[in-house]
Nanobody
Framework: QVQLVESGGGLVQAGDSLRLSCAAS????????MGWFRQAPGKEREFVAA????????YYSDSVKGRFTISRDNANNTVYLQMNSLKPDDTATYYC???????????????WGQGTQVTVSS
């Protein structure tokens, strides 16, 4: 069992940066691939970024590639999402996710966090 708690969301202006954190409970955190998804009002939840258990390989959606960076600290059971050059289109609720499979595939997510709101004003 893994419990995920996100933090770090907020209201920022276009061009600003934010860093989201996801604290995980459970001794098996390092076994899971971790990802971030987001969901804007009226839209489906979409993949943003993911990293394998070691943090050595990362994956990004085309919409955030070059602006967002995912990282993880297995010693502290935490995964991060550094978001730079934010745009109004990045406005959404951001969810942390843990997967025993492919962390960029929503159907293969085993655990979800409760979400943290990110709002980017123009």
């Amino acid at each position: 069992q893994v419990q995920l708690v996100e933090s770090g969301g907020g209201l920022v202006q276009a061009g600003d940066s934010l860093r989201l954190s996801c604290a995980a409970s459970g001794r098996t955190f390092s076994r899971y691939a971790m990802g971030w998804f987001r969901q804007a009002p009226g839209k489906e939840r979409e993949f943003v970024a993911a990293t394998v258990w070691s943090g050595g390989t990362t994956y990004y959606s085309d919409s955030v590639k070059g602006r967002f960076t995912i990282s993880r600290d297995n010693a502290n059971n935490t995964v991060y999402l550094q978001m730079n050059s934010l745009k109004p289109d990045d406005t959404a609720t951001y969810y942390c996710a843990a997967s025993n499979g492919s962390p960029w595939v929503r159907s293969q997510i085993d655990y979800w966090g409760q979400g943290t709101q990110v709002t980017v004003s123009s």
